[in-house]
């Protein structure tokens, strides 16, 4: 392979419309959570990036390596409804799981969905169960 040809397919998978299939983003204020996750789906096979808050997720989202999003609806900074829209106005293609705790919440997951998220998952939730929402949405790894 040339070297102009090997730039030329760098360039390519940099660009935001070239998501790697296995790549979940985990955008979350709760540092435990974050990693509970990240060691849950690896484990699974997946690669992870994380971010604490929804304006740090858009930001790694509009990198284009991730091709799904979990999204928790209360954080600091840009909550999560508001990244769930943003993300779906800009990064339609990406998939989005919003997820939240408390029965109160439960309304907030029911508006994420019209909002743009694919799924919901209700806190607590068990990994099994998450990971079997993420394989309706993207291919196992």
Request: with cysteine; charged share 25%; glycine share 8%.
């Amino acid at each position: 392979m040339l070297c102009a040809e090997v730039v030329a397919r760098n360039e390519m998978t940099d660009r935001i419309d070239m998501p790697n299939t296995h790549t979940i983003l985990i955008i979350d204020d709760d540092p435990d959570i974050r990693k509970l996750l990240r060691l849950a789906l690896e484990e699974a096979g997946y690669g992870v990036r994380d971010a604490q808050e929804g304006g740090a997720g858009i930001a790694i989202a509009k990198e284009g390596r991730c091709a799904l999003a979990i999204v928790d609806l209360f954080m600091p900074g840009k909550e999560g409804l508001e990244t769930i829209l943003t993300l779906r106005r800009e990064i339609p293609w990406i998939k989005l799981i919003a997820m939240s705790g408390g029965s109160s919440r439960a309304d907030l997951l029911a508006v994420a969905t019209s909002f743009g998220a694919d799924q919901i998952i209700h806190k607590p939730y068990e990994i099994d169960a998450l990971l079997a929402s993420i394989g309706t949405l993207l291919p196992k790894p």
